[in-house]
């Protein structure tokens, strides 16, 4: 038996017929069409599937779809485009942090959770990788990806890029 749901995605509302049991991951890729959240461990374990919802990073594969009425829900495909890229997507190409991109979505909406929950301050790099840690990715060794955050957070924090810190 579906049910009727309105969800707000990307600043635009989308009204649904779904299952109860529905995950949000499965209503943004197999419903809408929005691929840029991951399908992976289904189990919250790897951090692919991350989304905001009202401004925090949440693994929308174990989030049920209909928790998500009346909320904000912004994916990497609302974030930025090509011509007007948001900071973190245009700082993960200039630090070259992008490998085979899998995890680049879910890492670059995880970042930008933690970067507006500190706006004026400028995290240090451990601070930076404990953030982050929820999101596995197998291609690096994370350090291209700290320097991209850490690169945001410094220009956000009014500090100017600071891209040889350690």
């Known amino acids: 038996m579906r049910i009727p749901l309105t969800l707000t995605i990307n600043g635009e509302q989308h009204d ?3 299952e109860p049991h529905w995950t949000l ?3 943004l890729r197999g419903q809408i069409g929005l691929a840029g959240s991951k399908e992976n461990c289904l189990e919250a374990e790897c951090g692919v599937c991350t989304v905001l919802l009202d401004g925090k990073a949440v693994n929308s594969c174990i989030l049920l779809a209909s928790l998500c009425a009346g909320r904000s ?3 990497i495909e609302g ?3 090509p011509e007007h890229l948001h900071p973190l997507q245009a700082a993960f190409v200039k630090h ?7 995890c680049i979505p879910g890492m670059i909406l995880t970042a930008k959770s933690y970067l507006d929950e500190h706006p004026d301050r400028m ?3 451990d601070e930076i990788r404990e953030a982050i840690s929820g999101t596995l990715c ?3 060794g994370y350090q291209k990806i700290i320097d991209a955050i850490a690169a945001v957070a410094a220009e956000r924090a009014g500090k100017g890029a600071q891209e040889d810190a350690p």
């Open 16 to 18: 649904l017929l779904i």
């Open 25 to 27: 991951l499965h209503v």
């Open 73 to 75: 829900i912004l994916t």
């Open 79 to 81: 974030l930025g485009d």
């Open 96 to 102: 070259g942090a992008v490998q085979c991109g899998y």
């Open 123 to 125: 995290p240090s790099r």
């Open 138 to 140: 197998r291609c690096t």
